[in-house]
């Protein structure tokens, strides 16, 4: 039996794919199968397959991309799966968001969960029936058992390899023996179990698409034989995907390099079925600009947050095309014109993907942002642009102020937002919000070098002014003529009025996304409070 899985192995190497079917005669799926190796440009099927444990990060949408890019080069297929075998840690609602963040990036699935398509279904907790039938395919072929050791066993066997610093570690085979008899005798008693790969000594070689030629030592030596079927009746990682790359007919598997130290296991699963396995590329890890590995738990990673603090999508792309080398375009070109998905992937070539791990300079998603919104302002229409901030003002609750100016102005200014909604923040604020009169008038009293009856007599200058961008120099001159303030002093005061601090934005700027009407209500309303307040002092004394 061992030689039959070796033999099987062996021949993939050799046999065309379509020659190679699911013969087991227990499983009544019997598929031909593609050439062992493809040609690129036609019948290239790969797969996105994430868990619904959490959200997407920017370490998953690299993966994603590269499965969706790889396709797009070769004329394939983008398949999504949804690998929820894993019960315990399954988040309601994670995979509708991901499809959704999918769709937002413009990677949309050709199949999968809610699209369809010939190789359904694709949440693999609906195929559970399938991995029993194949895990009974490997039992009774003998590449397979059951195993009755208890939690408690197990731990044990755990405690004594750690103290005897076995070279072997993890599971100690017991079950692997037992006789026909003994298993139907505990199978009777209802006793609960798992099915585990019996691994054997073969050393593989594979080519992976980034890292070359690859060889494995006899796994046997170094670890026990893995569970494929939890006791609960769903696969492990290990038989799932198998399985599924087998019956999707996925032609190339684009993973993260975490799971290189795995790939001799699944090539041994694919042997013990007799079956061909896909071409496989390992992606470096992406990590943090500080050296550490990329986390799920950081907020800066969660593709959704940066959707929701108004990044866009080409941004997101064009730093995921800076790391990596895959995407061969110049990354000056990519820093200031950006990328599409179609530039992506026609300059898409997995075998330049770098070896080596590759850190993901989240730091310079403000510039490449910066760059694309101003990409934006000069494609998009004046309407569709000033919809954008309407939108955003409607949604936190602002009145709009002149869009007129904030588009025509937007150059001057755009250097100074990571994205749209940093327009609705910090030195941007006194565009929807007039300060309180009381802050304002108060604010003037603690100012150096001015005297509150100086400022409150500046400031009913300014409100008999017509002041705005366009005569503002003129303006100025005339309240310092008027005034025996400093020109300095007549600024700070000016932005207290306006926008109710002492510094901020540079004062030209100020009145370039005000109109004249809206700086003299502001004046107005600081005056109008002096009155009230000595009114009511009056009244007091």
Same mark, same amino acid.
């Given at each position: &039996? ?92 994670? &995979? ?10 413009? &990677? ?33 072929? /003998? ?130 079925? /007799? ?150 923040? /910090? ?48 303006? &100025? ?7 025996s303030l400093k020109k300095s002093i007549i600024f700070k005061i000016i932005r207290v009025v306006v926008t109710g601090h002492e510094v901020g934005l540079p004062i030209s700027l100020i009145f370039d996304l005000l109109d004249a009407g809206e700086i003299w209500e502001r ?14 002092? /009056?009244?007091?004394?």
């Amino acid at each position: &039996m061992h030689q039959k899985m070796s033999l099987a192995y062996s021949l993939y190497l050799r046999i065309p794919r379509r020659e190679i079917i699911d013969r087991c005669p227990k499983c009544n799926l019997s598929q031909l199968r593609g050439s062992t190796h493809r040609n690129y440009s036609s019948n290239v099927r790969v797969r996105f397959a994430p868990s619904p444990t959490g959200e997407l990060h920017l370490g998953g949408l690299r993966t994603a991309l590269y499965n969706y890019l790889f396709a797009r080069k070769h004329n394939g297929a983008f398949i999504l799966r949804c690998e929820d075998t894993d019960q315990t840690r399954f988040v309601p609602g994670a &995979m509708e968001k991901l499809i959704d963040l999918l769709s937002w990036i413009g &990677m949309k699935p050709d199949e999968g969960p809610s699209l369809g398509g010939h190789y359904g279904p694709y949440v693999q907790s609906e195929r559970v029936d399938i991995y029993k039938q194949k895990a009974d395919c490997l039992i009774g072929e /003998g590449h397979a058992y059951r195993c009755f050791c208890t939690p408690q066993r197990l731990e044990l066997v755990k405690k004594d390899q750690i103290r005897s610093q076995a070279v072997v570690q993890g599971y100690d085979n017991h079950c692997r023996g037992l006789s026909k008899e003994k298993v139907e005798e505990k199978l009777s008693a209802n006793l609960p179990h798992v099915v585990r790969f019996k691994l054997n000594n073969d050393k593989h070689q594979w080519e992976d698409l980034v890292f070359g030629h690859m060889t494995s030592e006899d796994l046997s030596r170094q670890e026990g034989d893995p569970v494929i079927l939890k006791t609960d009746g769903f696969p492990t990682y290990h038989l799932a995907n198998v399985v599924d790359d087998h019956l999707m007919d996925i032609s190339h598997v684009l993973r993260g390099s975490e799971w290189q130290s795995s790939t001799p296991k699944h090539l041994q699963l694919f042997a013990a079925f /007799g079956w061909a396995p896909p071409s496989y590329a390992h992606l470096p890890l992406l990590m943090n600009e500080d050296g550490g590995k990329l986390s799920k738990r950081q907020d800066s990673m969660r593709v959704e947050l940066l959707k929701e603090e108004g990044y866009q999508p080409q941004s997101i792309l064009s730093l995921l095309a800076l790391a990596g080398g895959a995407i061969t375009i110049n990354p000056n070109v990519v820093k200031e014109f950006g990328v599409t998905l179609e530039s992506a992937a026609e300059h898409f070539d997995i075998k330049k993907t770098r070896r080596e791990n590759t850190v993901l300079e989240i730091s310079k998603l403000s510039e490449l942002n910066q760059n694309c919104l101003k990409r934006i302002y000069q494609t998009a229409t004046k309407e569709d642009f000033c919809a954008k901030i309407s939108e955003i003002a409607t949604e936190k609750g602002y009145s709009i102020v002149s869009l007129d100016l904030l588009h025509t102005n937007f150059l001057q200014y755009c250097d100074r937002l990571d994205t749209l909604r940093d327009l609705f923040e /910090g030195d941007f604020v006194y565009l929807w919000q007039r300060p309180s009169p009381n802050h304002v008038r108060q604010t003037l009293a603690n100012l150096k070098g001015v005297k509150v009856g100086e400022a409150l007599d500046l400031v009913q200058l300014l409100g008999k002014a017509v002041l705005n961008a366009q005569n503002f120099d003129g303006v &100025m001159a005339t309240l310092q003529s008027q005034t025996s303030l400093k020109k300095s002093i007549i600024f700070k005061i000016i932005r207290v009025v306006v926008t109710g601090h002492e510094v901020g934005l540079p004062i030209s700027l100020i009145f370039d996304l005000l109109d004249a009407g809206e700086i003299w209500e502001r004046c107005q309303a600081v005056l109008l409070s002096q009155i009230q307040r000595q009114t009511d002092v /009056g009244v007091e004394i």
